[in-house]
Nanobody, 123 residues
Framework: QVQLVESGGGLVQAGGSLRLSCAGS????????MGWFRQAPGKEREFVAG???????YYADSVKGRFTISRDNAKNGVILQMNSLKPEDSAVYYC?????????????????WGQGTQVTVSS
């Protein structure tokens, strides 16, 4: 059974930091493209950050320079380090994996999803 499990969400003040972790099982995700998405109430799920099999990374413009995605080989997953958080970053954050090495900003291109972790940034 393939699973992605996120952790690390919580409540933080604006300007603070959080570190989200995604642990995978059932597949060796080091050869998959992986990403983070988020969804705020009443909004569509949006791309946040991604990493390809080559470890090349890419980001949404809204988080560039503040968020960093990296591979976590020990947990067969990825990490999202979020700094300088803003209230508009508040959302449920999802880890996703795509059964190919290539990049994609589209949620529909990802095959596996975690259950999500809530991030709330207070002003």
């Amino acid at each position: 059974q393939v699973q992605l499990v996120e952790s690390g969400g919580g409540l933080v003040q604006a300007g603070g930091s959080l570190r989200l972790s995604c642990a995978g099982s059932g597949r060796t995700f080091s050869s998959y493209a992986m990403g983070w998405f988020r969804q705020a109430p009443g909004k569509e799920r949006e791309f946040v950050a991604g990493t390809m099999w080559s470890h090349r990374t890419y980001y949404a413009d809204s988080v560039k320079g503040r968020f960093t995605i990296s591979r976590d080989n020990a947990k067969n997953g990825v990490i999202l380090q979020m700094n300088s958080l803003k209230p508009e970053d508040s959302a449920v954050y999802y880890c996703a994996a795509r059964g190919t090495v290539g990049a994609s900003y589209r949620a529909r291109d990802y095959d596996y999803w975690g259950q999500g972790t809530q991030v709330t940034v207070s002003s």
